[in-house]
């Protein structure tokens, strides 16, 4: 249109740039200016470019109008006939396919953010290795390696509980605006996003708790070792599932994170890193059966101590000795028996969280 005008864009010249500078107001030139975009404007309305756009919008809103007046999303049409051409839903994993693909590629997009909590990772695991460098089987290990136990489980906790918040509620609006124009169900496009965040999931724990482990000292034994690192895995991912539950249940990422904090404080607090969960009081002790912490603790105990038989005792004889792994176990509190139970919590919460999560996102695409 605008060369038939002889408004021709240059050779190595940015046609969006051309553009706005054929349609720009400029200071002191505003009347010519006007001018110049009047002309173009009243020749573009009886063009046949005009015609062609006027006929394919109208078309759309047609199309659209047919799927939404009655209130209806992806979730709800089914095949149609539409201006004479038959609109065919595509089927759900053709759907869950490419918005997975859109999604990692938008993660593609920024590997400056996937490199640095990489990076940030393995830092945060060289420093704590350091720290706890060589711990020791005796009475002032114990805390040491409880102590371990507890940065293991907070430092998969956190990061992967807030670093999702932000998932939904930047992507809302186009999620309603596609939802309702038919392009795909609810439940693909919360499957789809949980699959591209799952790479960064799985990669960053592991390489914290590989690093971490061997050089802290903890139990030298394969079954120790892939237990931790499956524990570890679990506890990051039910962490996520729990951010991306608030992340859908609320629009504004402040207010998501207002009634995270105390709901993160309880769980931390009745999981058994600051209290012995033997002494809850009966009015709040039953939290402690949501509480990934919880599961996640007790899990990581019994990794460590089942089975040890002999823990040095060092010091003053009226001081308080605990001789085996055994009796580290039930001062906490803790079970060998529960173990096979605390993996069942902790994917029972990863469903729990997801579930409702996905359940947040049908009402919400429902009350728009």
């Known amino acids: ?88 839903r595509p089927l759900w994993i053709t759907q869950t396919f490419w918005l997975t693909w859109r999604a990692l590629i938008n993660s593609k997009r920024n590997p400056k953010v996937h490199t640095v909590r990489t990076i940030q990772k393995i830092v945060m695991a060289l420093l704590i290795g350091l720290c706890y460098f060589g711990v020791k089987l005796n009475q002032m290990g114990i805390q040491d390696i409880q102590g371990a136990v507890f940065v293991f489980i907070t430092e998969n906790t956190f990061p992967s509980l807030y670093g999702v918040l932000h998932v939904f509620p930047h992507e809302l609006p186009l999620f309603i605006r596609e939802n309702k124009g038919g392009l795909y169900r609810c439940d693909s496009y919360y499957i789809s996003t949980m699959i591209s965040l799952l790479p960064g999931f799985v990669f960053e724990p592991l390489v914290f708790a590989t690093i971490s482990y061997w050089m802290i000292g903890l139990r030298p034994t394969p079954e120790a070792f892939f237990t931790t690192l499956l524990v570890v895995l679990m506890t990051a991912n039910t962490a996520a599932a729990c ?99 605390d993996f069942i919590g902790l994917a029972s919460l990863y469903c729990f969280f997801h579930i409702a999560g996905f359940t947040s996102i049908v009402l919400r695409s429902r009350r728009k």
Not at 6 to 11: A, M
Not at 244 to 259: D, H, L, R, W, Y
Not at 316 to 335: R, T
């Open 243 to 341: 951010g991306c539950f608030f992340s859908a249940a609320f629009e504004n990422i402040s207010i998501a994170v207002t009634c995270l904090i105390p709901f993160d404080y309880i769980l931390m607090i009745t999981g058994g890193l600051f209290i012995n969960i033997g002494t809850l009081p009966s009015y709040i002790s039953w939290t402690k059966f949501i509480s990934w912490f919880m599961y996640a603790n007790e899990a990581l105990t019994v990794t460590q101590w089942n089975g040890v038989q002999n823990i040095t005792c060092e010091g003053p004889p009226e001081l308080p000795c605990i001789m085996d792994g055994e009796g580290v176990i039930a001062s906490k509190s803790f079970s060998v028996s529960h173990l096979p139970i």
């Open 1 to 88: 249109f605008l060369k038939g005008m002889n408004l021709i864009c240059p050779e190595q010249y940015n046609p969006a740039d051309f553009y706005i500078k054929t349609l720009a107001v400029y200071p002191g030139k505003e009347e010519e200016s006007r001018k110049q975009i009047k002309g173009i404007c009243d020749t573009f309305s009886v063009s046949p470019q005009a015609k062609e756009i006027e006929q394919k919008v109208q078309t759309e809103i047609t199309t659209v109008d047919l799927f939404t007046k009655s209130g209806s999303s992806a979730d709800s049409y089914d095949d149609q006939t539409v201006l004479g051409f038959h609109v065919r």
